[in-house]
């Protein structure tokens, strides 16, 4: 696993930030991170980048412990905290140079224009970093956490302050990292999560309330889905019922239908060959789930 967290708690003094959690991701996994303010995240994200130290537990990046082996496992590591702090009265590429040095890093030149290139800076590189905008600025931190070309990514609210089309933007660029890196993030913006996440880890009060696909946490509820169908006339409950996957079907009028099963993508492809083969008119079809917002709430209100 690219990261590993066992048992892992953290206390500002009486107060218990992180309590005894514990998860993983493993290579090619883009990982949503997610919880109210306070609920742990930040400081998690701190201890397993190194720069906090945790009171109890322990983190593994690459297969090295964070505690024993902190300057190998940050060069691991791309960190791209909340606050994003930079210079400003640097340069773009400036102050790109100097990360690379930080990083000890020979012959940075090309990659310094092909992180440039890949995070959206090219018109922008000749600016100074204070010149921009909130969204440029973001992606100047990104291309930090980029330029040493690390194995695991930690993006602490990558899209904060982005317009509608910066943050489909950077979604791309998170969503091609992903492909050959471990990447976990946490952001407010719920739509983002479930545009480019399969999975996502709930955190709240300090202890993680949900791990687990985005599919399976908004299953309706036993494992199942609901597949909502209208037709422009009326259908016969015998002919649904012949559909391979569907369990228990309501009328809901004389031209809508709730199927429940567990295959909800296999019933839709069968609605649609079923309508061609009796030239049937379908008005609506759509799928019945839990909303990841509706999951938030559910999971992180105070009881």
Known sequence: MSIKVTSLSKNYGAQKAVNNI????????IVGFLGPNGAGKSTTMKIIT???ECDGGEVEVCNEKVSTGSLSTKKKIGYLPEANPLYFDMYVREYLEFIAGVHKMNHSKNRIEETIATVGLTLEANKKIGQ????YKQRVGLAAALIHNPEVLILDEPTSGLDPNQIVEIREVIKTLGKDKTVLFSSHILQEVQAICDRV??????NIVADDTLSNLQKVKDGEHIVLIQFKEGVAVEMLQQLEGAGRIEQVDTTSYKIHTANPESIRKQLLELSLKNNLNIVSLQSESNSLEAIFRNLTSAK
Do not use: D, T
């Open 50 to 52: 190194g720069y906090l």
């Open 22 to 29: 514990s998860f993983s991701v493993g290579k090619g996994e």
């Open 201 to 206: 880890i709930i955190i709240n009060k300090g």
């Open 132 to 135: 921009l905008s909130k969204g």
